[in-house]
Structure formats: C-alpha cells, structure tokens
C-alpha cells in the first residue's frame, strides 16, 4: 500500500487536472458563443445620414422613387437619357435638385430649403448623373435643341404645329390620351413641357423631337417647339381663377338675398351678375 501522503497527493493531482479540464470547457464554450453573437468583433459606428456619399446609395433613397431605378422607367421623365444629359447645362441639373421646380411636383433636395441633403450630397448626385449616364447623345450636338427657349413662343402657330405633329398621340380621341388635360398642365411646367417634347418619353413610347412620326415630315425646329409649349401653356387654368369667381357670385347671391326690405324682392340682377350666370 502506498502511504498515506502518496494517496493523497494523487487525489489533489487528479482533482487539479479536473479543473484545468473545465476551465478550458468554460473557455472554449464562451468563445463560440462570442464567435456566434458576433461580440468577438468591435461593432462598426453607425452612419450618418449627412455622411453618404455613395451615388447609388443617395439616388435610391431620394430620386428613384420618381425617376425610376437607374434613372429609368418611372413617373417622372428619365435622368438617364444621353439627350437629356447633352442640353441640360450643369448648373440648371444642380439647381433643380437643389431648390425643386416650384409649382410642380418636384421638390426642393437642399438643407437651405428644409430638404435632406447637404451641398456635398448634391454635388455627389449630379457628378454621378453626369459620371454614369452622360453618354455620346445619338445625334451630333449642334443640331440638338436648346434646353430652354430662346425666344417667345406664340400659341396659334403652337396649335396648328400640334395638330400635326402631336394630336395623332395626344389629341382628344389620340392613343395616348389629351395632354391638354387641365388637370395635367396644372402639374407640370412650361420647361418641363419643352425637355418632354425635345427627348420623348422612351419608357413610355413616345418619341423625341425627330420622330418620323411627326406629320411635319421632318424634326422639329426650335421655334415650333417653343409654340407648341406657348399653346399648352395657354390652356393652363390660371391659379386661383376659379375660386376668385366662385367668391364673386356669392358675393352677388349675398346681395340679391338681402333685396328691399320694403317690398321682400331683391335687386334687380346687375349687368355683371347676369354675365357670370
């Protein structure tokens, strides 16, 4: 038999060796879950939204909800259109991100004007428009319309060339419904009616200003475009028209209702009363 203090010092040996065990059990058993939660890694600071730069990034969150993914196919008349990127000048595409089309449904993009991007973010967006979209335009650079008119436009010639070359799509019975919908032209502005009849709207089939479609035989020039903007322009309802009129017959009702006292009948109707009537 070994003695006493032998015995005993086996037992204290195996009893150790037992806890080393456990304890890298324990350690091994922490470091998985570490691995798995993910808490072995310094978790990365959040980013600020004032802080993104990225192209594709800013156009996703804050123009492709209108002008299409990629620039493309949406409400909105196409960014990503190489004859669009040749006339609009660079400092017109910035100023429109930035400040918006008052009186239409583009809206300012600028902190100045209570909008979500910075100077910095805007520049991003128009370098990457222009970085990745600009391409060669289809047509040699000289003969493409302006982007905006150079000259006043007069709304009878614009009728006659709109018959032509328009009323086929867009007349009153055309394919492509009337755009000379009130509605419609209370919407969008004059120099948005002159980009969408210079470029077409590819995504939706309508053609540019050379289609062969056009009855005119030929594209149209600079001044027929210019027409035709000035006649839809003209058919746009002047804001405020119909309720300045609806308060002048109440007006007028106010004062027939009141009539003389002495006999119960009201006035006699004015000259204007029976006009608006």
């Known amino acids: 038999m070994l003695p006493v ?7 204290i040996k195996t009893r150790m060796a037992g806890i080393r065990n456990a ?10 879950i570490c691995v798995m939660t993910g808490c072995a890694k310094p978790k990365s600071e959040p980013v ?5 730069m990225d192209f594709n990034k800013l156009f996703a969150q804050n123009c492709a909800g209108c002008h299409g993914e990629n620039g493309r196919g949406a409400a909105m008349h196409q960014l990503n259109d190489p004859v669009y990127l040749a006339i609009v000048p660079r400092k017109v595409l910035h100023d429109i991100i930035a400040n918006g089309r008052p009186g239409t449904l583009m809206p300012a993009f600028s902190r100045e004007k209570a909008g979500p991007l910075t100077p910095r973010q805007i520049d991003a967006l128009v370098d990457g ?4 979209w600009a391409k ?14 150079r000259h006043s436009g007069d709304p009878a010639r614009g009728l006659a060339v709109f018959n032509k070359a328009c009323a086929l799509c867009h007349g009153e019975h055309g394919s492509a419904g009337s755009i000379r919908d009130p509605s419609f032209l209370s919407l969008i502005s004059d120099q948005d009616l002159r980009t969408i009849v210079i470029i077409g709207r590819q995504n939706l089939g309508m053609p540019d200003w050379r289609s062969p479609l056009h009855g005119l ?15 839809l322009s003209s058919l746009r309802p002047v804001l405020g028209e119909s309720t300045q009129s609806a308060q002048i017959q109440n007006g ?26």
């Open 136 to 149: 060669t335009p289809p047509v040699d650079k000289a003969s493409l319309p302006p982007y905006a008119a």
């Open 48 to 52: 600020l939204a004032e802080d993104v």
């Open 217 to 231: 035989g030929r594209p149209m020039t600079d001044q027929e475009i210019t027409d035709v903007v000035a006649y």
């Open 5 to 11: 203090c032998a015995r005993f010092a086996g037992k």
């Open 129 to 132: 428009i222009e970085r990745n």
């Open 23 to 32: 304890k890298l059990l324990l350690f091994g058993a922490v470091t998985c």
């Open 252 to 277: 007028e009702r106010d004062h027939i209702s009141k009539g003389d006292e002495k006999t119960g009948r009201g006035s006699a109707p004015t000259e204007k009363s029976k006009t608006i009537r």
